[in-house]
């Protein structure tokens, strides 16, 4: 899978267009149908404005102990009526995923811990 996997769009078509900004701070849920966390951030490649990935943000208490997690746009299922994510992964795995550090942010997406939409 590349970072540049188109997302699964519930309920309309990959052209349904969607407002970047209501991504950041949707809220994405697991395949447990359990919240994972929100959307930190949206990264787009420069040259081709292709979503590279989303920074998921788990866990922690009014944004202190968040750990976040690049996940690839072509892993993220997306509802645009309600704005909400989702991924195919459970709290459980995501417990278990390695995040990054909020200083040194990945070039591309940690494309073995999430599974692509179905």
């Known amino acids: 899978m590349s970072a540049h996997d188109e997302a699964e769009v519930v309920g309309g078509h990959a052209s349904t267009l969607m407002a970047a900004g209501a991504l950041i701070e949707a809220p994405v849920y697991g ?5 994972l966390g929100k959307v930190a951030d949206v990264m787009v ?15 922690g208490f009014l944004g202190f ?4 997690h690049a996940v690839p746009w072509g892993a993220v299922t997306v509802d645009p009526a ?5 991924l195919a992964i459970s709290t459980r795995d995501l417990d278990a ?9 990945p070039a591309d997406a940690d494309t073995c811990r999430f599974p692509p939409a179905s």
């Open 31 to 35: 395949s447990d149908g359990k919240r």
């Open 45 to 59: 490649t420069a040259g081709t404005g292709h979503i590279a990935y989303v920074v998921l943000a788990a866990g």
């Open 65 to 68: 102990g968040e750990r976040l």
């Open 82 to 86: 309600s704005a909400r994510l989702s």
């Open 97 to 105: 995923a390695r995040g990054f550090d909020k200083d040194a942010w």
